[in-house]
C-alpha cells in the first residue's frame, strides 16, 4: 500500500519488485491479521504500508523545509539521490518529492557482470486542505524504472544450462569493460498513481472516508534478436489499468465502549495487450468487496472481535 493505495502492477516474479519509491515515504507499517481484510481480496498473508508524514497545515505563516539524501553504490558505481520540499500555510499544505537513481556493470571478486545496470527516477505530489470537518488531499505519482539482464542468464536449452555450471564462469573472451549502457535483453516499467481522498468527520464519534484512485502500470520486456534492432521492439509490452473507489466509515460507541469500521472497495482492471507473439489479451475484472470489523474491550483488557467479508469477483 503506497499512501492508502495498493499497487496493482504486473509482477511475474522474483526479479519484478514493486513500482513504487520508499524514499518518499516517513512510515513503514506491516499489517497482519484480522485488519488485512480492508485491503481487499490477496491481502490476508499480510500487508506493509508505506505512508508520508502529514501534511504541515496549521501554520499562522507560511513555513517551508525540506531535505536531501545522497548515497553511492561501490560495486556498480552507481549515484542516487532524493529530495523532498514541503510548504504550509494555514488550512493548506503541499509537499514535492523527487528520487534518481543510476548504476552500471555489477562486479562479482573474479569477473564483471555486463548489462546489469539500472536507472530510476521518480517524482510525486501532495496537495491538502484540513478542515473544521473534513480533511481533503490529492497525492500524484510517477516512477520510472530499466534495468539489465545478465548476458550469461540467458540459455536457450537445458544442456547450455549445464555447461555454463560445469565452467563455473562466463568465457573471458566475452566479458566487456564496465559501462552504464543497458542494452537488450532488458526490462522496463512505467506506474503512474492518481488518488483523491476526503475525510468527513460527522462528529467526534464518527468520521467518513471517500477515496478515489487511478493506476497506470506499462512493463516491457525486450529480448537479443537475430537482428539488433529488432531487439529493441518489446516481446511483452502490456498496460494495466486500475480504478478504485472506497468508503470507509468508522464508529466508537462509548456505551458499549466498541468501536466499528465498515468500508466498501470496488475495482476495476482493464489489460491491454499491444500487438506481439506468445501474448495473450487479459480479460476486465471487476471487484466489489464490501467488509465490517467490529471490536470490543473490557476494562481489564479482555477484547473480542468480530469480522465479516464478501469478495467476490467478475471477468
Same mark, same amino acid.
Given at each position: 500500500m503506497n499512501n492508502g493505495v495498493r499497487l496493482e502492477s504486473q509482477s511475474w516474479g522474483a526479479d519484478h519488485a514493486p513500482e513504487l519509491d520508499y524514499t518518499g515515504s516517513s512510515m513503514v507499517e506491516v499489517v497482519k491479521g484480522a485488519e488485512c481484510i480492508r485491503y481487499g481480496f490477496g491481502a490476508m498473508g499480510g500487508v506493509v504500508l508505506l505512508n508520508d508524514a502529514p501534511l504541515p497545515w496549521g501554520n499562522k505563516r507560511l513555513t517551508t523545509k525540506g531535505n536531501v539524501n545522497l548515497g553511492y553504490d561501490t560495486n556498480a558505481r552507481g549515484a @542516487? *539521490?532524493?529530495? =523532498?520540499v514541503?510548504?504550509?500555510? *494555514?488550512?493548506w499544505g503541499a509537499r514535492v518529492h523527487g528520487m534518481y537513481t543510476k548504476g552500471g556493470d555489477y562486479s562479482t571478486a573474479d569477473y564483471r557482470l555486463n548489462n546489469t545496470?539500472?536507472?530510476? !527516477? @521518480?517524482l510525486s505530489g501532495m496537495l491538502g486542505y484540513e478542515g473544521k470537518h473534513i =480533511?481533503? =488531499? !490529492?497525492?500524484?505519482? !510517477?516512477?520510472?524504472?530499466?534495468? *539489465? !539482464?545478465?548476458?550469461?542468464?540467458k540459455v536457450s536449452d537445458?544442456?547450455?544450462l549445464v555447461k555454463r555450471f560445469e565452467y563455473g564462469r562466463p568465457d573471458p573472451q566475452t566479458i566487456q569493460p564496465f559501462s552504464y549502457e543497458i542494452k537488450p535483453p532488458f526490462q522496463q516499467s512505467q506506474h503512474v498513481t492518481l488518488k483523491g481522498e476526503l475525510k468527513w468527520r460527522l462528529n467526534a464519534n464518527h468520521q467518513v472516508d471517500f477515496t478515489l484512485s487511478f493506476?497506470?502500470?506499462?512493463?516491457?520486456?525486450f529480448e537479443n534478436r537475430k537482428k539488433a534492432q529488432w531487439s529493441w521492439i518489446p516481446?511483452?509490452?502490456?498496460i494495466l489499468k486500475t480504478y478504485k473507489g472506497d468508503v470507509l466509515w468508522h464508529a466508537k460507541w462509548k456505551l458499549w465502549k466498541m468501536t466499528t469500521d465498515a468500508g466498501l472497495s470496488n475495482t476495476y482492471q482493464t489489460n491491454y495487450n499491444y500487438p506481439a507473439p506468445n501474448s495473450l489479451p487479459l480479460c476486465p475484472t471487476?471487484? $466489489? @468487496? $464490501?467488509?465490517?470489523? =467490529?471490536s470490543y474491550t473490557r476494562q481489564n483488557g479482555a477484547s473480542c472481535r468480530w469480522l465479516w467479508v464478501c469478495d467476490t469477483t467478475s471477468a
Open positions: @542516487s *539521490g532524493s529530495a =523532498t514541503e510548504a504550509g500555510y *494555514g488550512r545496470g539500472y536507472n530510476t !527516477i @521518480s =480533511t481533503a =488531499t !490529492i497525492f500524484s505519482s !510517477i516512477y520510472y524504472q530499466r534495468s *539489465g !539482464i545478465y548476458y550469461a542468464s537445458l544442456d547450455q493506476q497506470e502500470n506499462l512493463r516491457q520486456e516481446m511483452q509490452d502490456l471487476l471487484q $466489489p @468487496s $464490501p467488509w465490517v470489523d =467490529t
